[in-house]
């Protein structure tokens, strides 16, 4: 089968792997040029957290080793209080567990290698899509190029053309819900050639309604990444605001920023949006065949970046997929349509997302969220089967959608056995002849 | 001030005529050819009830009375049951009050004449918007026309193309969710010259999980619209079962239209979808002055037809901004960045249609819903300042947001009332000897 993708970044590039696999020719479109190339643009400096679900896609195609090579291992959080003092908690009882700190580019560029590696597989950089007609299948880009596909998958991100197309037809549900937030990348960089705080962790200074974060890089440098009300970043519109901001709210990081100024008024106001679409493909039939297209990755349910779950859930929407085409015995219509089956879980992961931003902004400073923390890690040490949330959504493939449901479980458990040991306890009181009761016990 | 206006539909017109009376220059522009010369398409024969918001909105331009002149006045439902028996239920505690049928394409044709009738008023037809950039005011349209405005409003529908443009900016939050529903446009013609039905009423054959409603027509003819899932549309694929499921569902309807098969056949379905966007205005300063980009009516907020409110509602959105050009002294940023408060109603209004198609599908036929619509109307007679939901969205311009306000107040009042009137019939009856009570009483 001709498959044509649309978007070569993270999601498309697996994709092109996994179908190439299965013996379809793929091409995939991408707007930006070649990123290996000399000169091409970098982008911002974004890092993934990489964890089980997108571990679990790579090692399906031989593709992890690589790649954790370049990655540096986070167990767990670093959190910084205002005045500097620190305090480490692990992501999970077992300590051998970690998310991984990489930079989208250089993934990015894996996947590019790995995927024209394959037979089969054709990559044209430069190629903006401008317009789509689903009915026939007929793509339009950039410069007047038009080329025509029975299958078009649309893993063009957030913003995807692809999905612009879909969302003009009637029936097709859709929402796109922007946090009044922005994020703005700033840099620590090495120290002495040595990493000026622990790279064994996400570090975050949660500040109640901002934070920011810093995830390391195999250069010994830390990414941060402000996540600010609009209306605070507007605030800060010069050198000395700027500088007497940090220097009272993060003080710790201020001193490690000897750049801060100028990447601060030169690095961009990113934008936090969560998209919805259904359904995600629509499929056309007529006298000479059927024509499909669809949407997988961000292209299809673009989430926040609170839970580090976007590029893990677009992988792993590449395994799900792969499992529909077996199921569908490589009919790309059927497959697409079983694959709608996954936004149940998806739309899991986008609330779990929005969440988590108020739990890493807020809470995770607290001591009662550290206490939580302890008896949840306790538990899952005594208690055969008891996983966090966290630990299912980030550690294991276990769909989100049945986190959910084993995390509403394990509450009901813990509720019922807080409760019988609570009686267990009155009672052993109440033989004890510590308790009076109404009869007289 | 110049005034751009997309769209010459009733929003478009009715906020033209507006603004004219303020000595603002409008040039509306509109896709579509000129609804009032000869051979243009007619569209579909869609009914509207227009209530007091809309009436209130042409009482202010003396548009009311030719417009009411050409309605049908509507003061209740009328139910048809399975067995062809009827229930009317009044829609007002005070029986003058009525909605008031009037066929869409006639009430555009009137707007269209009011409007141009005005000074400064321009309609200019066959212009179908393709691209707009929100920062400098430039306008596409389709074979090459380009135009330049200060002010943009999109009054272009529920499938705006000048909202098309917003929703690509970062933080523009929007959401459009289709009902599982199509609709579809069925007659019943006049019989003798005469109504076939009592044309003072909307009727409505509720039947679960579908229905069918008709509106009169001052050609004696009522316009009938079906309300089907999608699936039950695809079903019905052949005279045969249309004519089945015709005289087992809508006995007494079917036995009154002749052209059902072929209208079935070849009238197109219908999607019903609910439109929500934030903000509904863009506006950008240069050192040339700003350019704002805004929505009003459907192109803002577009709503499921079930509570009728859908015109009456763009109307109001027209009386509403000329309040907020009041107040802006006629800035237009200014006044587009006030009337952004009435997202408050508008998203009460979208709510409230989708609830109230389960009332007219469902409820509406049920002996309790009618035992409770007498009992409000009794409380609205008997107790003064209390008016029920659908009187207050009907019959009043209080603001939808206001509305809900003082029906949950209502609520807590009457339910405090019962209260209060169990407790004395209990005491009375504990004079009486007829409660035995704990004491001993």
Known sequence: MEVTIVGAGLVGCLLACFLARRNHHVTLYERRPDPRQEGADRGRSINLAISERGIDALRRLGLDGKVLDAAIPMPGRMMHAPDGALTFQPYSADRS???????????????????????????????????????????????????????VIGADGAYSAVRARLQQLPGVSFRQDYLDYGYKELTIPARNGAFAMDPGALHIWPRGRSMMIALPNPDRSFTCTLFWPHETLAALDGPQRVRAYFAEHYPDAFELMPDLIPAYRDNPVGHLVTMHCSPWHVTTESTTGSTTVGLVGDAAHAIVPFYGQGANCGFEDCVELDRCLDQAGDDFPKALELFERRKADTDVIARLALDNFVEMRDKVGSRMFLAGKRVEHALERVLPGYASRYELVSFSTTPYAGVERRVARQRRIVAGAAAALLALGFAARRRRGLVRTRDGG
Chains 1, 2 share one sequence.
């Not at 038009?146 to 299958?151: D, G, I, L, Y």
Request: hydrophobic share 35%; no cysteine; charged share 30%.
């Open 97 to 151: 567990h970690a998310i991984n700190s990489i930079g989208r580019a250089d993934l990015n560029r894996e996947l590019l290698d790995a995927a024209t590696a394959l037979p089969g597989v054709e990559v044209r950089f430069g190629h903006r899509l401008t317009g789509l007609d689903e009915r026939t299948g007929r793509l339009e880009f950039e410069h007047g190029k038009t080329e025509t596909a029975r299958v």
